[in-house]
């Protein structure tokens, strides 16, 4: 299949009509439910030497002819993979896609090639339209811009003292809270349930610090009310403990970063301050490709 050139879009030509043909191996003859048509559609990306589409993304979608029924929409499955060298609508079981709502789309890099198999189940006929339209998307740009930071300043901040303090010290307070969410969540008679659902919110990065802030206003709350104290003395309390966790975690923070990280005489270690500056660089390298 390497050899074969199969038809395709690009920006030049962003528009196609494909009609799926029987595959080889299934029966053609209309009326049978093991008709099995199969079509494929290269997707031509840009040149990396054209910077100019550095934060665009390619939107391709397929959508099937208006003279397929929607009721057969479910029967035309899509499949969207980068090898060439795959037989025609070979991809695995997990890899088929159905339509939604009547069209399939997805996103891919202005400078990938990439292919798309479609399949019609069963006895039906007719066409799909593939086409492929270049958005811009700002957050290309806020990652080249904080690619090439992290970058130019790898070397510096690799070896600056208060970076490993500043940071051990948040770790510090966010492992404590962590560790007596975890603990006391198991106290509570919905322990097994809350437990769950802190570990599906806790890995989910966006909104992590309000979720843990309400869940550990909750944790308090309960316990004080266990004690039998007035909901007066709540909020009082709730500071006091805040406060409390936040030097406990900044203080085992500082002594992970004095034992661990900083030698005495007030210098980075050598090895941590590399493994950070190639962490770094790694990071911003990710950054610059996305």
Request: hydrophobic share 50%.
């Amino acid at each position: 299949m390497v050899g074969f050139k199969w038809t395709g879009i690009d920006f030049a030509s962003p528009t196609i009509d494909v009609t799926p043909t029987p595959l080889s191996g299934y029966s053609s003859v209309r009326g049978s439910k093991y008709v099995l048509l199969c079509d494929r559609v290269h997707v031509s990306g840009h040149s990396r030497l054209k910077l100019g589409s550095y934060a665009n993304s390619f939107r391709v979608t397929l959508a099937p002819s208006v003279l397929i029924p929607e009721r057969l929409h479910s029967k035309i499955q899509v499949c969207f993979h980068r090898n060439a060298s795959l037989g025609l609508c070979k991809c695995g079981d997990g890899d088929w896609k159905p339509l939604q709502k009547g069209i399939w789309h997805t996103a891919m890099s202005p400078y990938d090639d990439r292919y798309i198999d479609v399949k019609f189940i069963g006895d039906m006929s007719g066409s799909v339209t593939v086409a492929l339209e270049e958005d811009f998307q700002l957050w290309r740009l806020i990652f080249l811009a904080l690619g090439f930071v992290l970058l130019l300043l790898a070397p510096f901040v690799s070896k600056w003292v208060p970076f490993y303090y500043s940071s051990s010290m948040a770790l510090g307070v966010l492992l404590v809270v962590i560790i007596l969410l975890y603990q006391g969540m198991k106290l509570l008679p919905t322990g097994r349930k809350s437990t769950f659902y802190f570990t599906m919110y806790g890995s989910v990065l966006l909104g992590a610090g309000s979720f843990l802030l309400n869940q550990f206003s909750v944790l308090v709350n309960s316990i004080l009310v266990n004690f039998g104290l007035s909901e007066e003395m709540h909020n009082p309390v709730a500071i006091f403990a805040f406060v409390g966790i936040v030097l406990s975690g900044a203080g085992l923070g500082y002594w992970t970063a004095r034992k661990f990280v900083i030698l005495k005489d007030g210098s980075v270690d050598v090895g941590v301050a590399q493994f950070v500056k190639w962490a770094m660089r790694i990071i911003s390298i990710l950054f610059i490709f996305q």
